[in-house]
């Protein structure tokens, strides 16, 4: 049983248990850890990546209740192989080009180990005061390295904050722009406030503005086009804006977004803040995804115009070797948030907060209690340095243009919008005779990428998924998995050639064969028909 | 350097670094960190509880901005000792009897570091069935061994969900609640809602009520009395209500919390219900400490009632040896937290999804992004079970009622309220001249506590904190750090009253020398004899 086993005395009395933080047991259990996630890591490209388990799968393999009796590591650990890996989709693996990356490091992991060790309630300065000044610390760094505006720094009277995930961060911004405007035009016309974005915006918005009590049908998602690259024109809002003036609705907040979730599209912020700051509204920029790339200077124009926005955030879980959650929020006037997000309980009272010499982090959040997240990104930028960071994003990058140039060069392929970091949003065109059709095969061409997507998937050999952007549904390929090399692109490409041939091939059966049903096959016959010819395909 | 330097080649042209998450690195720097975090508790004991640094020590000691190369990882945990361990306060040290404990644990460390190996981004059930599956598994045991009623369970039709904190439980709770009432009376009626609690209620609720657009001034702190042991009174309740809804307001949200934080009262749960039934409002029981406990037979009553209110949720990363964050929350109707915080982009469509047969638990919390939080649970459970867990809140329980002894013997000080679980509420008593005062002498009491308090955490020996109860100023003396065992308490207890002795003596010889003062000597003197005699009451 281990020394984590209750100890029964002879007459049945059970002692009080060994202490369940005892440093040798840590010491014992812990190196089991490390090599069990270490080999774990050394074999996670031999697993399907995306989990091919049934819904309910978890719950026949586990007791209806918690043991009553301590059970030892070693039995815990082998149900993680045996029930929990085959129910994992692999993010870590070196063939995942799904959603976006959640990039690992062992830095990462050591900051996180760290930070879970000292399992400090970082509330406010006092409660630990490495974790507020190092937060501030790395926080002026990063916003250095991405050449964000002196503003968003400590050092020029903003600062940053590392929040959970982007959602609340956009959360605690819309509040402090709410309370900020309601402040001065009165609580009662919190229905009056409207909130700006692209039908390409994260749903994050939307949810963070429902959850802040804006009126659903005041959230606008302004169209977009292919011809701006699906990034946020600025007239369009500046009319979208003129409109709710007009109709006595008060603008609020815009968020702007660099690298969409859907195709990673950009809005021009220099444009869009122009129009903003006509009505005075807080601008957002939501670089969830593509923050990380802009410490590479190739990048940074991206971002350029950032210095008239409010509020800038970046996810480090997402591209930047920090391990979930941890996104990074820049402000200008953090007392916004403070104004809007403060609470002064009596038993939280001390003097380093009455000194006003310090940041108190729980009023610039959601929840109270905080996590000593800044640990992770600091061990994440001293162990791998500025200039490693950004070899491996450009290493990603430069992978993805080659995925890119495979599909580019076959011209069955096409590269549907243009790639500006890691990712490659693709398609098979669709058959030649669909694209006759009135909505030029748009149906028929999505229904072939969405059975073309299932089928790379089921292979379990990588995992990638998709988007709808005008219209068309497209495979996202979004490479930044920090085990991925370039070998694993050449075969994940070698895996969508092999998959649409036979998809391909087994459309063109299928065409041939409807022709011959009108004639008069059974439906049976047309079936195995199918199914004998597609297998010729796969195995040509 | 170590293997993560950049490697220079001899023209000066950086290879591509190493892979961040190459496996054997992994394995190397993972091990030298969990001896490192192994030896921190094996020493912990050692450093000031209380963190002794001034506000503004680390930007001192720390470069300007990130370095541009990397730097080996012994030099980063040189840097962990020297410069961010003295920033350190010691929640885990075993003198640690501050707010509430962050008790920490082996299994619960292992847990997270499962959960940061894997780094899955859990948002719907897809993205990493194993992730979803086991938080309702371990969600249900969590219920059964808290014997909360079947309604609130999955296999109830309700469900248990794990939430960062307290914080987001409420704020998801009440926007349920509030978009539930508004679907019905109007979404112009947010300013109409309002939402109770007693005056004991975590500010938690004010912040979260507030985030929701829930109007400052509808949010009611309802007076408690010392006779009701600082409960809400369901009368007191039912006048609130009437009062309100006689204004044309819509009462909306009850939140009624079992162990407050300034002196873990109780709020009658059944009687609150009762009276919250009559205008159908949604009742929350906030159980953040005091939850744990409850898996104690003996305890179970201090929820009784539960099962007429709509959500219950306590936070395992405070006494349940789970590392921060993990608030669990279940709800009886899941339903209205979909109604009011699902997103269904094109990009996470899905058909696990589409079935039905599955949870999405972005759809249960503010973020989409969530970490696997329920491996830390479920090792938890598992590798301590039932009959242990016990076990330990009972270890705790008992050196808290040890400590309650010692101040309940001792004449000079008092137990300020009854104490219900591991935590005692006392207070040095004013001396016999000043409780002749019109207050009773309530103000120097208040004010030689608050220098009680204060001279025993400049020493660096234990970390209390305070809280005002009733007008009362109190020491909160909370057991429950993983590593506390009696001798620790009884040390504790020793440093009491060396400090109370001192302080006293001082309080005399400040009294005397005022008498003298009076009769003309200088302040120069006084002052200098006060020191005098109160080191030699130090040294006494």
């Known amino acids: ?94 063939n995942y080009f799904a959603y976006f990356p959640s990039s690992g490091s062992v830095a990462g992991f050591l900051g996180e180990m760290l930070s879970v060790g000292f399992n400090v309630v970082g509330f406010n300065w ?33 600062g940053g904050v590392l929040q959970g995930t982007t959602c609340e961060g956009i959360l605690c911004t819309v509040t402090a722009a709410r309370d900020k405007v309601l402040n001065k035009i009165g609580r009662d016309r919190i229905g009056d406030l409207v909130i700006y974005s692209s039908d390409q915006t994260h749903c994050a918005l939307k949810k963070a503005a429902q959850i802040a009590g804006i009126r659903p049908d005041n959230i606008r998602a302004l169209p977009t086009r292919q011809r701006d690259a699906f990034g ?74 950032v210095e008239n926005a409010s509020s800038f955030s970046f996810n480090a879980h997402k591209w930047f070797f920090t391990t979930l959650d941890c996104c990074c929020l820049w402000v200008k006037e953090p007392q916004h948030l403070v104004n809007a997000l403060s609470t002064n309980p009596e038993y939280l009272r001390n003097k380093a907060t009455e000194s006003k010499k310090v940041v108190d982090f729980k009023d610039w959040q959601i929840a109270l209690s905080r996590r000593f997240r800044a ?90 998924t998709h988007a709808v952007v005008g219209g068309v549904y497209i ?13 694993h692109v050449r075969s994940a490409w070698s895996l969508v050639e092999e998959q649409a041939e036979a998809l391909l091939a087994e459309l063109e059966v299928q065409a041939a064969l409807q022709e011959k049903a009108e004639a008069g096959l059974t439906e049976f016959n047309v079936h195995a028909a199918m199914q004998e010819q597609a297998g010729q395909a796969v195995h040509a």
């Not at 697993?47 to 026949?60: A, C, F, I, K, T």
């Not at 122009?274 to 009505?279: F, G, I």
């Not at 495979?475 to 070998?487: H, M, N, P, Q, Y």
Request: glycine share 6%; proline share 7%.
């Open 1 to 94: 049983m281990g020394s984590l086993g209750d100890i029964t005395l002879e007459n049945n009395n059970v002692m009080c248990p060994p202490n369940p933080l005892d440093p040798e047991e840590f010491r014992r259990q812990g190196h089991m850890m490390v090599d069990f996630i270490a080999d774990y890591y050394h074999d996670v490209d031999k697993y399907p990546v995306l989990s091919q388990v049934s819904p309910g799968y978890l719950r026949d393999l586990l007791p209806d209740s918690a043991p009553n009796h301590a059970e030892p590591i070693e039995a815990i650990l082998q149900d993680v192989r045996n029930h929990i890996v085959p129910g994992i989709t692999h993010w870590q693996s070196p």
């Open 126 to 158: 006092m409660s630990s005061p490495a974790a507020t000044e190092l937060e501030t610390i790395v926080m002026d760094w990063l916003g250095k390295m991405l050449s964000l505006p002196k503003p968003f720094l400590f050092s020029g009277g903003g």
């Open 232 to 305: 946020l024109c600025p007239e369009t809002l500046r009319s979208a804006l003129a409109a709710d003036v007009s109709e006595g609705l008060v603008p609020l907040y815009l968020c702007a977004t660099v690298g969409t979730t859907s195709s990673t599209a950009v809005d021009p912020l220099r444009g869009l803040c122009e129009v903003a700051a006509e009505h005075d509204i807080w601008v957002h920029v939501d670089a969830a995804y593509a923050g990380s790339a802009c410490i590479c200077p190739e990048f940074r124009h991206f971002i350029d115009g």
């Open 375 to 464: 640990l992770k990104l600091w061990m994440v930028l001293r162990s791998y340095g500025v200039a490693n960071l950004r070899n491996f994003i450009r290493s990603h990058v430069n992978m993805a243009e080659l995925f890119e140039g495979f599909v580019a060069k076959d011209e069955r392929f096409e590269v549907v919008v243009p790639r500006n970091f890691a990712m490659v949003c693709f398609r098979l065109l669709p058959p030649l005779g669909s694209r006759s059709a009135r909505d030029g095969g748009l149906e028929t061409a999505n229904a072939i990428n969405k059975r073309l997507l299932d089928a790379m998937n089921a292979t379990g050999k990588i995992y990638v």
């Open 475 to 487: 495979i996202r390929f979004a490479v930044g998995a920090s085990l991925t090399e370039e070998r």
